[in-house]
């Protein structure tokens, strides 16, 4: 049974910073790209940034870049999203996915497994 499993949400002041942490298990991680979308109230799911099987390759939304930074451990089988400089346009529950393919993908459909989400809100 695959798991995954974000933490690491809270609330913020504008400016500050978070780091997402999402454990996987039941799937062999290092043989998935993985990614972190977000969906605010009213909204829809939209994609944040996403990593390749070895973390040598990434792709960030534009609202994102230069501020989240995606990275991932193989060994404890664990994706992260260090987030700086945070707005209070990035509130929303954040989730992480796992895509069985090599490389980045931006679309939602392109994922497999997905995990419950973690909130992040930004006060302003």
């Known amino acids: 049974q695959v798991q995954l499993v974000e933490s690491g949400g809270g609330l913020v002041q504008a400016g500050g910073s978070l780091r997402l942490s999402c454990a996987a298990s039941g799937l062999t991680f290092s043989s998935y790209a993985m990614g972190w979308f977000r969906q605010a109230p009213g909204k829809e799911r939209e994609f944040v940034a996403a990593?390749?099987?070895?973390?040598?390759?990434?792709y960030y939304a534009d609202s994102v870049k230069g501020r989240f930074t995606i990275s991932r451990d193989n060994a404890k089988n664990t994706v992260y999203l260090q987030q700086n400089s945070l707005k209070p346009e990035d509130t929303a529950i954040y989730y992480c996915?796992?895509?069985?393919?090599?490389?980045?993908?931006?679309?939602?459909?392109?994922?497999?497994?997905w995990g419950q989400g973690t909130q992040v809100t930004v006060s302003s």
């Open positions: 990593i390749s099987w070895s973390g040598g390759r990434t």
């Open positions: 996915a796992a895509a069985r393919v090599r490389y980045p993908v931006i679309g939602t459909s392109n994922y497999d497994y």
